[in-house]
T-cell receptor, first 113, second 110 residues
Framework: DVKVTQSSRYLVKRTGEKVFLECVQD?????MFWYRQDPGLGLRLIYF???????EKGDIPEGYSVSREKKERFSLILESASTNQTSMYLC????????????FGSGTRLTVV | GNSVTQMEGPVTLSEEAFLTINCTYT??????LFWYVQYPGEGLQLLLK?????DKGSNKGFEATYRKETTSFHLEKGSVQVSDSAVYFC?????????FGAGTTVTVRA
């Protein structure tokens, strides 16, 4: 069964901490994405990557960075966590082109206190 | 730029009722259109898709038709079940990025 795996389901971090969210896919997909999901706002794209070591900013990249050293792994980094980054974070992957859909991970619920 | 607008929820229905969730889009090109579903405590799953005008996507009793003239992709199901309670997201893609609507929460009561 193909999947996208996010390393943590729930995470609690303190303000100012550096936070790493990990995502691994086993489908050999070229594209990987990080979204955050907030009530009433839907999903907002933080960063995406269309190839190893390539990254592009999404709609809300401020306060975040990413790393893609291997094709199957895409990491989201919160350089200095703040309370307004408390959210559900969703990782997804897809094949190249517009015809395929995304495969999503189960999400990481991050709380910054 | 691309955008998706879907009807606000929450929507509460009785079992066996008819469900419609409206979705309209704005896009510069010829996008593919999708409906995703998120069950409680889970990530998003692809429900159905349509890649060109007049295509109908269908899955699990749900249907949606790509209407270019009205820039719409409304989701319908003729007889809902309690297990259809979820958040539904309309989305479009004209390259490799997806743009999502805000989501519509649907609750089906027995």
């Amino acid at each position: 069964d193909v999947k996208v795996t996010q390393s943590s389901r729930y995470l609690v971090k303190r303000t100012g901490e550096k936070v790493f969210l990990e995502c691994v896919q086993d489908m050999d997909h070229e594209n990987m994405f990080w979204y955050r999901q907030d009530p009433g706002l839907g999903l907002r794209l933080i960063y995406f990557s269309y190839d190893v070591k390539m990254k592009e900013k999404g709609d809300i990249p401020e306060g975040y960075s990413v790393s893609r050293e291997k094709k199957e792994r895409f990491s989201l980094i919160l350089e200095s966590a703040s309370t307004n980054q408390t959210s559900m974070y969703l990782c997804a992957s897809s094949t190249a082109g517009k015809l395929g859909g995304y495969t999503f991970g189960s999400g990481t619920r991050l709380t910054v206190v | 730029g691309n955008s998706v607008t879907q009807m606000e929820g929450p929507v509460t229905l009785s079992e066996e009722a008819f469900l419609t969730i409206n979705c309209t889009y704005t896009a510069t090109g010829y996008p593919s259109l999708f409906w995703y579903v998120q069950y409680p405590g889970e990530g998003l799953q692809l429900l159905l898709k349509a890649t060109k005008a007049d295509d109908k996507g269908s899955n699990k009793g749900f249907e949606a038709t790509y209407r270019k003239e009205t820039t719409s992709f409304h989701l319908e199901k003729g007889s809902v079940q309690v297990s259809d309670s979820a958040v539904y997201f309309c989305a479009l893609s004209d390259d490799y990025k997806l743009s999502f609507g805000a989501g519509t929460t649907v609750t089906v009561r027995a």
